[in-house]
């Protein structure tokens, strides 16, 4: 378990199966200040942290300081809401940073932001992780920031905790988490709205909160051992579905030096139309005529209206013609993005099988489907006449490669997440390979993809992990990449997680994920279409090679994309990437 230390540990563990996220909340307990660690940050104050220790032989703290709820915007509320974020600026100093800062605006039953932690509107926080030799020094380490999940409706920085990332690099990185708006706070877009920022931008307060953040980064990070120059910015889902953005936003371009997608590869984004519509309907149910009505509804009230508004699909970034000039896919396929950068990018084995597993989604893709409920399930999803063709492609006596043991899942379920994992735009391997191909092709210098195909033994609050697992669902590599080596089974897995760990670390250090003994992670090129699977050693063959995965299928899904399913499956998919 990570744990934060400020004279002894209190550590909340906030999992269960509906968080639907993988957390560790760490709150400190309080001690003379001569046992924490502080640091001076140019320009805004200092701050008391709280040590952070991972029981080792000894069981001595480890050399890593956390701070925890840095403000680095204004709170958006009253007048701020629904407006680019504003610097925050210098704090009363001395700052306690040893508890997290709320969570933003979001569905509580959804995702928990974790025991002891509220939801409030002044939730733009970021939490620095670093080694604490490093700290008030010269040191220059290159930084990850992390960028949540949540479908742009749910999620915050407290559900990660990465001091087991700094661990795992050998005390060489500092790690940042933040905060961003979500739902309706982050992402409201319309023309009427346009006035509410300088450049005349709309409905991407969520992506400008974290540009914000990676300025601050940029800016302050020195005082923490961290080179504000050498930042690599990643996440999973909607925060890999992010990078993807400051991938494709000018804006962002000057602060990152690495990017790595985690299971990102979705269309997120929305058009302005779909915006405008949303914006009407809110205003229609408040009984509102213009935007001053709308800012003095309280944040319960806002936050009420978003339930029955938001019943056909997700809020996100919004194409408004400013912030945003087209679909950030559409945008990396013209080559309009920032081709300068090294790419890491991948997916999980099964993504989908993790809504396959939860209500009402269960009910809709039951473990011993029918023949005709898979076909009912295609027929949602691609072109008429297509069915029986897209089951033959999905015939394992064909070559579409399952595992051996299907567990409790007959094959008709088993065909229906697969056919839905591997959709381009989608979460899974196809959708990464799409991706991958238009990187190499506009430019980008280095592009590196992988699929992490282990079932979590040791591990069980993602939906489908767990002792006995046999599926590889959305969300479950994380635990591996950051680093939680004491949260999964000793042995083989652990190791994986140690070695996933060190390839994401070295990704940051030198811009490659390749180093010392740690199997080769080749270059991804269209020819030799090569990705580096990642499983245990032993049955499921260790961290390998594999060329053309899935190719049969994928180049289908690049000539035929998904269709925009009428069932409900993919809306609830859409709540809780």
């Not at 709820?69 to 809401?81: E, M, N, Q």
């Not at 390998?544 to 995965?549: D, L």
């Given at each position: 378990m990570?744990?934060?230390?400020?004279?002894?540990?209190?550590?909340l563990v906030?999992l269960?199966a509906?968080?639907?996220?993988?957390?560790?909340?760490?709150?400190?307990?309080?001690?003379?200040?001569s046992?924490?660690p502080?640091?001076h940050?140019s320009?805004?104050g200092?701050?008391?942290?709280a040590?952070?220790s991972h029981?080792?032989e000894?069981?001595?703290?480890?050399n890593?300081?956390c701070?925890?709820?840095?403000?680095?915007?204004k709170?958006?509320?009253?007048?701020?809401?629904?407006?680019?974020?504003?610097v925050h600026g210098?704090?009363?100093?001395?700052?306690?940073a040893v508890?997290?800062?709320?969570a933003?605006?979001q569905?509580?039953?959804t995702?928990p932001?974790g025991?002891?932690?509220?939801?409030?509107?002044d939730?733009?926080?970021l939490?620095?992780?670093?080694?604490t030799?490093?700290?008030?020094g010269?040191?220059?380490?290159p930084?990850?920031?992390?960028?949540?999940?949540?479908a742009?409706?749910?999620g915050?920085?407290?559900l990660?905790p990465?001091?087991?990332?700094?661990?795992?690099?050998?005390?060489?990185?500092?790690?940042?988490?933040l905060?961003?708006?979500?739902?309706?706070?982050?992402?409201?877009?319309?023309d009427?709205?346009?006035?509410?920022?300088?450049d005349?931008?709309?409905?991407?307060?969520?992506?400008?909160d974290?540009r914000?953040?990676?300025?601050?980064v940029r800016?302050?990070i020195?005082?923490?051992g961290?080179?504000g120059r050498?930042v690599t910015?990643?996440g999973?889902?909607a925060?890999g579905?992010?990078?993807?953005?400051?991938?494709?936003q000018?804006?962002?371009?000057?602060?990152y030096t690495?990017a790595?997608v985690e299971?990102?590869?979705?269309?997120?984004?929305?058009?302005?139309?779909?915006?405008?519509s949303?914006?009407s309907?809110?205003?229609?149910k408040?009984?509102?005529?213009e935007?001053?009505?709308l800012l003095?509804l309280?944040?319960s009230?806002v936050?009420?209206s978003?339930?029955?508004?938001?019943?056909?699909?997700?809020?996100g970034p919004?194409v408004?013609?400013?912030?945003?000039?087209?679909l950030p896919?559409?945008?990396?396929t013209?080559?309009?993005y920032n081709?300068?950068?090294p790419?890491?990018?991948?997916s999980?084995?099964?993504?989908?099988?993790?809504?396959?597993l939860?209500?009402?989604?269960d009910?809709?893709?039951?473990?011993?489907?029918?023949?005709a409920?898979?076909?009912?399930?295609l027929?949602?999803?691609?072109?008429?006449?297509?069915?029986?063709?897209?089951?033959?492609?999905y015939?394992?006596?064909?070559?579409?490669?399952y595992p051996k043991?299907l567990?409790p899942?007959?094959?008709?379920?088993?065909?229906?997440v697969r056919?839905?994992t591997?959709s381009?735009?989608?979460l899974?391997?196809?959708?990464?390979?799409n991706?991958?191909?238009?990187?190499?092709?506009?430019g980008?210098p280095?592009?590196f993809?992988?699929?992490?195909?282990?079932p979590?033994?040791?591990?069980n609050?993602i939906p489908?992990?767990?002792?006995g697992?046999?599926?590889?669902?959305?969300?479950s590599e994380?635990?591996f990449?950051?680093g939680g080596?004491?949260?999964?089974l000793p042995?083989?897995e652990?190791?994986?997680?140690l070695?996933?760990a060190?390839?994401?670390?070295?990704?940051?250090?030198?811009?490659?994920p390749?180093g010392a003994k740690?199997?080769?992670w080749?270059h991804y090129?269209?020819e030799?279409?090569?990705?580096?699977?990642?499983g245990t050693a032993?049955s499921?063959?260790?961290?390998t090679?594999v060329?053309?995965?899935r190719?049969?299928?994928c180049?289908?899904?690049d000539?035929?994309p998904?269709?925009?399913?009428?069932?409900s499956?993919?809306e609830?998919?859409?709540?809780?990437?």
């Amino acid at each position: 378990m990570d744990r934060c230390l400020r004279g002894a540990v209190i550590c909340l563990v906030c999992l269960s199966a509906a968080d639907l996220m993988l957390a560790v909340s760490g709150m400190a307990s309080s001690a003379s200040d001569s046992t924490s660690p502080t640091v001076h940050v140019s320009g805004l104050g200092s701050l008391r942290g709280a040590f952070s220790s991972h029981e080792n032989e000894s069981k001595t703290p480890t050399n890593i300081s956390c701070f925890l709820g840095i403000p680095y915007a204004k709170a958006p509320v009253g007048d701020l809401r629904w407006r680019p974020p504003q610097v925050h600026g210098a704090w009363a100093s001395p700052r306690d940073a040893v508890k997290f800062g709320d969570a933003c605006m979001q569905k509580q039953n959804t995702n928990p932001p974790g025991p002891n932690q509220t939801m409030s509107e002044d939730c733009l926080f970021l939490n620095v992780y670093a080694p604490t030799a490093a700290l008030n020094g010269n040191k220059k380490l290159p930084v990850m920031v992390w960028i949540h999940g949540g479908a742009y409706m749910t999620g915050s920085s407290n559900l990660y905790p990465s001091d087991g990332l700094v661990l795992v690099s050998n005390l060489s990185l500092v790690v940042v988490t933040l905060n961003y708006r979500l739902n309706i706070f982050g992402f409201l877009g319309a023309d009427e709205l346009r006035s509410r920022a300088e450049d005349g931008s709309t409905g991407n307060f969520g992506i400008q909160d974290q540009r914000l953040a990676m300025a601050w980064v940029r800016d302050h990070i020195a005082g923490f051992g961290g080179d504000g120059r050498d930042v690599t910015i990643f996440g999973e889902s909607a925060g890999g579905n992010s990078v993807i953005d400051h991938l494709t936003q000018k804006d962002s371009f000057s602060l990152y030096t690495k990017a790595t997608v985690e299971s990102g590869a979705y269309q997120g984004s929305i058009p302005m139309q779909k915006a405008e519509s949303f914006y009407s309907d809110l205003k229609r149910k408040e009984k509102c005529k213009e935007t001053q009505c709308l800012l003095a509804l309280s944040s319960s009230e806002v936050f009420a209206s978003l339930g029955p508004l938001s019943a056909d699909g997700q809020l996100g970034p919004v194409v408004d013609g400013v912030a945003l000039s087209d679909l950030p896919l559409t945008l990396l396929t013209k080559g309009k993005y920032n081709h300068r950068v090294p790419v890491m990018i991948g997916s999980n084995r099964d993504e989908t099988a993790f809504f396959a597993l939860i209500d009402p989604v269960d009910k809709l893709v039951p473990p011993n489907m029918t023949d005709a409920e898979l076909d009912v399930f295609l027929a949602d999803r691609v072109r008429i006449g297509e069915v029986e063709r897209v089951k033959k492609l999905y015939d394992s006596a064909q070559g579409y490669p399952y595992p051996k043991d299907l567990g409790p899942f007959n094959q008709n379920w088993w065909t229906a997440v697969r056919v839905s994992t591997d959709s381009v735009p989608g979460l899974g391997p196809c959708a990464v390979r799409n991706v991958a191909r238009n990187l190499v092709a506009g430019g980008t210098p280095n592009v590196f993809t992988y699929l992490f195909a282990h079932p979590t033994q040791g591990s069980n609050e993602i939906p489908g992990t767990g002792k006995g697992s046999v599926v590889v669902p959305h969300a479950s590599e994380i635990v591996f990449v950051l680093g939680g080596v004491d949260r999964l089974l000793p042995g083989a897995e652990a190791d994986l997680a140690l070695q996933m760990a060190t390839y994401w670390s070295n990704f940051a250090r030198f811009g490659n994920p390749n180093g010392a003994k740690l199997p080769e992670w080749p270059h991804y090129s269209e020819e030799a279409d090569t990705i580096l699977h990642f499983g245990t050693a032993g049955s499921e063959g260790g961290i390998t090679s594999v060329t053309r995965e899935r190719k049969q299928a994928c180049d289908y899904w690049d000539r035929n994309p998904q269709r925009v399913p009428a069932s409900s499956v993919e809306e609830v998919k859409l709540l809780v990437i």
